[in-house]
């Protein structure tokens, strides 16, 4: 089955320090993997995909992840972290059936000053 | 302005009184999906459309009905609400079936069932 692993719950980071938000995916054949990002009281808002072409993803707000076959990851990085990058970040693989998204449990990030 | 609504934003309501959730979409597209989040769990989609008179089980639609009788709407029915139906609901959209990697998301109703 396929299946979406976040490996943090939640990150805390200082403004202007490096963010790291891991995810591992399960699947049996070359996924496509999105990152998804929710502010407080706001819907979910695509940040970036990975379709199979370029390994290296970049998105918006200064965010990129990385596809890495062999360790089945895709982990979501930003090299200066910003107060407005607070929220809850979902990494989210889709489907076989091309009918439906599976999201991980999400991971909170907090940036402190 | 293209954008997914839906109503009510905030619901409080009791065991069994049925009701409904508005959901609709201005960009014409034929994908719309309903999803409820939970501490921990991520989002599941709960029921999808693949266009009208088109639905279709998520998983986990227990309780919950859908109809899409028009293209830009596709409200979420729950005939009879219970607690473990508390949650925060999103609906979403996206030009077609093979387009759902790009979905347009509403912003959230926060459902309380007491």
């Known amino acids: 089955a396929q299946s979406v692993t976040q490996l943090d719950s939640h990150v805390s980071v200082s403004e202007g320090t490096p963010v790291l938000l891991r995810c591992n995916y399960s699947s049996s054949y070359s996924p496509s993997l999105f990152w998804y990002v929710q502010h407080p009281n706001k819907g979910l808002q695509l940040l970036l995909k990975y379709t199979s072409a370029a390994t290296l993803v970049k998105g918006i707000n200064g965010f990129e992840a990385e596809f890495k076959k062999s360790e089945t990851s895709f982990h979501l990085t930003k090299p200066s972290a910003h107060m407005s990058d607070a929220a809850e970040y979902f990494c989210v693989h889709l489907s076989g059936g091309y009918n439906k998204l599976i999201f991980g449990a999400g991971t909170r990030l907090a940036v402190h000053p | 302005e293209a954008q997914v609504t839906q109503n009510p934003r905030y619901l409080i309501t009791v065991t069994g009184k049925k009701l409904t959730v508005t959901c609709s979409q201005n960009m014409n597209h034929e994908y719309m999906s309903w999803y409820r989040q939970d501490p921990g769990l991520g989002l599941r989609q709960i029921y999808y459309?693949?266009?009208?008179?088109?639905?279709d089980k998520g998983d986990v639609p227990e309780g919950y009905k859908v109809s899409r009788k028009e293209k830009r709407n596709f409200p979420l029915i729950l005939e009879s609400p219970s607690p473990n139906q508390t949650s925060l609901y999103f609906c979403?959209?996206?030009?077609?079936?093979?387009?759902?990697?790009?979905?347009?998301f509403g912003p959230g109703t926060r459902l309380t069932v007491l």
């Open positions: 459309s693949m266009n009208v008179e088109v639905t």
């Open positions: 979403a959209s996206s030009i077609d079936r093979a387009s759902t990697d790009t979905q347009y």
